[in-house]
């Protein structure tokens, strides 16, 4: 029996037993299972503990999670299986926990020209000059054997030409594209007035919404917290606006039935970007 047990799920993070963990629609369900569970010591079940760097930090120290991760010989699941998906910022703290590590490894520089390749319809001449100019930014280059990121890369220079210098500048880059859309799809701007050429100084419309959403990641990086809920966006201005600037995704728990929905950004370092932005503000 496999059990996905999503870290990043606040319903997960505020968990005290294994019944707090199973997707049941009943607490008595629950229970009843986790009976079936502890009468074989966890024997023939695979916990999946996915997303070890969305934890907070004190929980991956001590909490009932990580004893889930490391069962001593008394735990009433002590036969069971653990698997634990992690980025790399985090998987340090696994070297001593887990009996044998799987790195992904992404893209090799072959598989990443070939991706370039499909991405630009098959324009060598396109390929060639995108490749030419990344050889110029180890930065980006290196970081590109991770298919989002060189998705973003992609699109950046299908988009505008661009191939951004650092890192910070790639998904600077990124969150201006999905305003620039929000501005096209939702207020009907054409392209040229659409352009964000800085994130210093956006249109009126989206300014005060996006310095909303910039104290949100802020905040949630100030409590080293990646997820947000309903209550953490309705207690700010324009959080309607805010859910439709695309930097946001919500996603439905597991544990609830999909009643609750919790919200992250699409990626931590868009997080970061905020935050940074909002520091220097």
């Known amino acids: 029996v496999i059990i996905l047990v999503q870290l990043r799920d606040p319903a997960i993070q505020s968990a005290k037993s294994i019944a707090?963990?199973?997707p049941c629609p009943s607490q008595e369900m629950?229970?009843?299972?986790?009976?079936?569970?502890?009468?074989?010591?966890?024997?023939?079940?695979l916990w999946i503990l996915d997303g070890l760097?969305?934890?907070p930090s004190h929980l991956r120290k001590k909490s009932f999670l990580r004893d889930i991760i490391i069962p001593s010989a008394k735990s009433p699941i002590s036969l069971s299986s653990v698997i634990v998906t992690s980025r790399p910022i985090t998987s340090g703290d696994l070297c001593e926990l887990v009996s044998s590590r799987i790195e992904v490894l992404g893209f090799t520089s072959e598989e990443q020209r070939q991706y370039f390749t499909e991405c630009l319809n098959g324009d060598a001449k396109a390929v060639y000059d995108l490749t030419e100019r990344l050889s110029e930014n180890p930065g980006i280059e290196g970081s590109c054997y991770l298919p989002l990121n060189a998705s973003i890369v992609a699109h950046l220079y299908l988009s505008d030409r661009v191939v951004?210098?650092?890192v910070y500048g790639m998904f600077s880059s990124f969150i201006q594209h999905f305003l620039s859309r929000y501005l096209c799809e939702r207020l009907g701007k054409s392209r040229e007035e659409a352009r964000i050429r800085s994130l210093d100084n956006l249109p009126s419309k989206i300014r005060r919404p996006f310095n909303e959403l910039c104290k949100i990641a802020f905040k949630g990086t100030s409590e080293n917290r990646v997820t947000f809920s309903e209550r953490d966006?309705?207690?700010?201005?324009d959080s309607a606006v805010i859910r439709e600037l695309g930097?946001?995704?919500?996603?439905?728990s597991i544990l609830s039935n999909g009643k609750e929905v919790y919200y992250n950004f699409v990626h931590l370092t868009v997080q970061e970007v905020l935050t940074a932005l909002y520091i220097s503000r």
Request: glycine share 6%.
């Open 20 to 22: 707090d963990l199973l």
């Open 30 to 45: 629950a229970q009843q299972v986790v009976s079936a569970i502890t009468a074989t010591n966890g024997r023939g079940i």
């Open 53 to 55: 760097d969305e934890l």
């Open 164 to 166: 951004p210098h650092t």
């Open 233 to 237: 966006l309705e207690a700010v201005k």
């Open 247 to 252: 930097l946001l995704q919500a996603t439905q």
